[in-house]
């Protein structure tokens, strides 16, 4: 089975910084797709990127981007220029081929940017 | 982009009663829709992936024959909480995957309330 570990429970940064968000997996797959996932205070889930397995190209998406790290199983998320609005609970997900397509979630880290 | 419209987004029920809460995909089609609970300060937790015509596969440790799921169209799931207890409380989400894509869509939640 496979498992998305989040280790920051919790993270803050000031305005217009940059905050890197850290996420790990376990898997046996070879192609798989990570997401992170964005909940703020609605407690809509937002899409924030996405990356495919076989795509050795990191995603961006404007002030977001990811650093995929394959073989160390590894996909960080780094939010440059925080904006108030980055406010939220932020979630890694991993899905696989397997196990009906689900989404594994990581246990989320929660940030605040601070004005 | 696509749409998951839930219904209700806020329910209070007496112990005992049962809630219905709808997911449905405004425009797109979905073989598959996922059913999640989330605690306060917690990751999403999957309870039962819901299949078109077919019954729901049900995560271990949930009780099918409490949460009754029916996916009758390729756009509506339905999640029936029966006789209800107050350890039902809890933020109930749905998502839906397009059939043969990778991208999932969240509804908004349901906050369930059980007094």
């Known amino acids: 089975a496979q498992t998305v570990t989040q280790s920051q429970p919790e993270m803050s940064v000031q305005e217009a910084e940059t905050v890197t968000l850290s996420c790990t997996y376990d898997?046996?797959?070879?192609?798989?797709?990570l997401f992170w996932y964005k909940q703020p205070p609605s407690r809509q889930m937002i899409l924030v990127i996405r990356?495919?397995?076989?795509?050795?190209q990191n995603a961006t998406e404007n002030r977001f981007s990811v650093n995929f790290q394959k073989a160390a199983k590894s996909f960080s998320l780094k939010i440059s220029d925080s904006q108030l609005g980055d406010t939220a609970m932020y979630f890694c997900?991993?899905?696989?081929?397997?196990?009906?397509?689900?989404?594994?979630f990581g246990g989320g880290t929660r940030l605040m940017v601070k004005p | 982009g696509a749409v998951v419209s839930q219904h209700p987004s806020r329910v209070i029920c007496k112990s005992g009663t049962s809630v219905k809460i709808e997911c449905r995909s405004l425009d797109f089609q979905a073989t598959t829709m996922f059913w999640y609970r989330q605690f306060p300060k917690q990751s999403l937790m999957l309870m039962a992936t819901s299949n078109e015509g077919s019954k729901a596969t049900y995560e271990q440790g949930v009780e099918k024959d409490k949460f009754l799921i029916n996916h009758a169209s390729l756009t509506l799931s339905t999640l029936t909480v029966t006789s209800a207890h107050p350890e039902d409380s809890s933020f109930y989400i749905c998502s839906a995957r397009e059939t043969g894509g990778v991208h999932y869509t969240f509804g908004s939640g349901t906050r369930l309330t059980v007094v």
């Open positions: 898997t046996s797959e070879s192609n798989y797709y």
């Open positions: 997900a991993f899905m696989g081929n397997n196990a009906g397509n689900m989404l594994t």
């Open positions: 990356q495919e397995a076989y795509k050795q």
